[in-house]
């Protein structure tokens, strides 16, 4: 019922808003699009990011399994090497205590002995030319027969060798010259004696001869010339019964009681005597040689412990390292993860709302349309 005018107006008023409407879901909708691409942009980034780190994981969780391997490699030798090194700590204790016991051992010998001579006599006489050191020492005596060689030589024990009798009528000269004596001096053999009782009796009861149980640095002729009548026998009964069968040959004890068809000399309790305070000498000079080679051995194995700590720290570093790195990579990867899943929350929104516009704008153009016909049609009427 309204005028003709009226209802163009009110046509073209509806006109407008759905025009006005339209641009403005046109907008939305370029808006729409642009998220949506920047969206499926970010996905595309996230998926590649996502990628990367799973297979930086994978490469991480490799090197670790590498690293763990060589770390627990690393351990065991540094065990190994700790092993050997407190051993050989134990060891230099023991030793050390050997050599400290060696030492006093020379030390109460020489203490029991400082009393027997002259000692200015006996330097003056081992510095003269021609004497070739201490009895003794020429006959390399072991410590368990130190007191049986004691005991044999009685009161050569002390004497030292002269290469010549010359030496030895030099020696006295000298000494008697200065009112000075206690001396004793045996001359070197230069032959070896034609027979060794010893041996031949030895031979025959199973036993052995004292010059053949020396050591091997003995002067054989010196040895055979002074004890080469003596066989080594375990006690005195045995070498008295030994002696009172065998009459050429003396027997003697380890403990340094002689016997011979003449009587018998028993040992000194202590068995202090030049041959002991000798072979205390030789243990003490091959404890402190073993000590010395074991306090090298306790460096090196310290120098080697001490790198194989160092070597295991480095790789326990290491792995830690790598560790850190795959929990750094798997939180980030969590990290893209979420935003992965929150970009494709947004970007089905974003579709859902595209959608929604372009139904509106579907309806819309429809009603356009429709009012664009009706006013074409009241313009025709108007006119």
Known sequence: QLPTEAVIATLRGDLRALETSADRDRHEREAVQARAGAVTTRLQSGASEAAQLDEMIRTTDAEITSAQVAYEAAREKRAEAQTTWEADEESVTEQRFGATGAAARVEALQAALDGIGDPESRRLTAATAGVAGSLVARLDVPADLSGAVDGVLGAWRDAFVAEASDVVKGVAESLKSLGMG???????????????????VARQIGAEALIDRLGPQADTRLAEELLGDVVIVEGWAAGWTLVSRHPSVRAATPEGDVISVAGMHMSQPDGAGPAALEAARVELEIAERELARFESHRVTSRRAFDAAREAER??????EGLEARLAGHTEALGIVGRAAAEGE?????????????EEAALLRNDRIRELRARMA??????A
């Open 182 to 200: 206690g001396v004793s001096l045996v001359v070197a053999p230069v032959d070896a004696p034609s027979e060794v009782p010893a041996r031949t």
């Open 314 to 319: 480095t790789q326990l570093e290491h792995l």
């Open 345 to 357: 929350a947004e970007f089905a929104r974003l579709e859902a709302r595209a959608a929604a516009l």
């Open 377 to 382: 049609e009241f313009a025709g009427v108007e």
